[in-house]
């Protein structure tokens, strides 16, 4: 040993390796940056879980690279792939039968991950087949019918029913259990943009052979399908087809839409229910990773007026609340549309619009739509508090406002359709708009005028969460094994 304590040709060995790993780095650098699909790359050695030193990587995406992956029909078909093995798998399991049309297999708590309680599910399926039997529903095509949730409840009111999903599992497990329905349903394993595709009407007639024609539906739903959405035009391209199918007068119901213009909000209430707040920017940090990763499409409740404006034929948008009493994410974070394909023209008529105040009440509310409408008025009333976003959305929250249940109670019996508010103002709050019968009053008398974000990218984050295993292989070719990183992660600057 040396007077300095160290062991003769240690210093040196570790000189050694310390260049050996400075090549390392220097070398696996340079693979990454000739990659495309990187615009930047630090690299570090470290030790992977059995000892040994491997290189590890972070890397930033090319945005080019990334816009034009996004842009490709692969990147969106690959994600499309990705949740129907999701949900062949969630159905194989089926851990959550409760009865033959009561499979909640898949429906958790965001907050806890624990199944979502059976007693507001129930809650959840009834108002949505209200919702749906609200249009008067003959001949339905439902894009996404899973477990059959409401196809159970809904078919037995219609003339047919034509059931598509994704999942082979899904399309076995309910022809097995339709009973007393199956006269008037049948199944059919499709993706929600098949319905546009060349001799989807044919298949269509095939499968409703024998069955009361004529063979186009009077109603297209698709009920908390839209998530599994790759683009907002992927959206665009489901609802130009399922125009297509729809005669005058068709509707189509788009359920549990995820609200984009709450993004921020549902993103804060995750971290706060995750544990003790922290500090401001360390909570602002988390909640902007949890907006940049989201893997669902979230869409702004505007997008469907922008839509529905740029259709050579008209669509009448009426954009929904959730109508559950129970405080949880599908009441409070998602919403209901409803589109009216060439709608019976309706005369317009005078209205009332005016800001809703602390200070009005509900008795109040009613009277004054009781007796506009009396008078062949319509009444619009906008920015209504709603009581179950406020403390997510409010600067300085109170217990101030209504809740969409507590509204639509109010306003029974009338003439009047509990709405949501035109984004702009305090997210997520509520108006109502009443017409007498046989006359017409829109909420937005004019789209947003810029339309510019009103969906997410979950494209984006699917290819970073792609990308590493990408850039792995594509490394196989450039470097030796032992120099392949053992991690990549992506993150969105260095």
Not at 38 to 65: C, F, H, K, S
Not at 145 to 165: K, V
Not at 287 to 310: H, K, M, Q, Y
Not at 333 to 362: I, M, N
Request: include cysteine; proline fraction near 7%.
């Amino acid at each position: 040993m040396t007077a300095d304590g160290t062991v003769p040709g240690q210093g040196r060995a570790a000189e050694e390796r310390a260049a050996a790993e400075a090549r390392a780095v220097e070398q696996v650098t340079a693979a990454l940056l000739a990659l495309d699909l990187v615009a930047a790359a630090r690299v570090t050695v470290e030790p992977d879980r059995r000892g040994r030193r491997r290189p590890v990587a972070q890397v930033v995406l090319a945005p080019q690279a990334v816009e034009e992956s996004r842009g490709s029909t692969a990147a969106a078909a690959d994600l499309i792939h990705d949740w129907q093995d999701v949900y062949e798998w969630t159905y194989t399991r089926s851990d959550r039968l409760i009865a033959a049309d009561l499979n909640l297999s898949g429906w958790h708590d965001s907050y806890t991950g624990e199944p979502l309680e059976q007693r507001q599910m129930l809650e959840w399926i009834d108002n949505t087949v209200d919702l749906v039997g609200g249009t008067g529903p003959s001949r339905v095509l439902e894009i996404g019918c899973g477990t059959g949730l409401l196809l159970f409840r809904l078919a037995p009111r219609t003339e047919w029913y034509l059931g598509l999903d994704l999942s082979a599992t899904a399309i076995s497990y309910l022809g097995e259990r339709l009973g007393p329905a199956t006269g008037r349903v049948r199944l059919m394993q499709a993706s929600a943009q098949d319905i546009g595709a060349p001799g989807f009407t044919g298949r269509c007639a095939a499968a409703l052979h024998g069955l009361p024609a004529p063979h186009r539906p009077d109603t297209v739903l698709m009920n908390s399908v839209t998530q599994c959405f790759p683009s907002a035009a992927y959206l665009t391209d489901v609802l130009d087809a399922a125009v297509a199918l729809l005669g005058p007068g068709g509707t189509i119901v788009v359920g549990d839409v995820r609200n984009l213009a709450l993004q921020g909000a549902f993103a804060t209430s995750l971290e706060r229910a995750a544990g003790p707040d922290p500090a401001g920017a360390e909570q602002d940090r988390r909640v902007a990773e949890r907006i940049r990763t989201e893997r669902e499409l979230l869409v702004d409740p505007a997008f469907f007026s922008v839509w529905a404006n740029g259709r050579p034929r008209p669509v009448r948008v009426s954009v929904r609340p959730k109508l559950g009493t129970a405080e949880n994410e599908l009441n409070r974070f998602r919403y209901d549309v409803v589109l009216t394909v060439e709608p019976t023209v309706a005369r317009t008529c005078g209205t009332v619009s005016w800001q809703w105040h602390g200070t009005d009440g509900l008795a109040d509310l009613r009277a004054t739509v009781r007796s506009a409408t009396a008078l062949g008025r319509a009444v619009r009333v906008t920015g209504i508090p709603n009581r179950l976003v406020r403390p997510f959305t409010a600067p300085h929250p109170s217990g101030a406002g209504v809740t969409p249940a507590e509204l639509a109670e109010a306003l029974a019996g009338l003439p009047a359709q509990v709405c949501l508010s035109p984004t702009g103002r305090t997210e997520g709050d509520l108006a109502v708009v009443a017409a007498p019968r046989g006359l017409h009053c829109e909420l937005w008398d004019e789209p947003p005028a810029d339309p510019a974000r009103l969906a997410n990218e979950p494209l984006t984050a699917y290819l970073e969460r792609k990308a590493p295993q990408l850039l792995r292989q594509r490394l196989t070719d450039r470097l030796p094994a032992g120099l392949l990183p053992g991690r990549i992660t992506v993150v969105p600057a260095l």
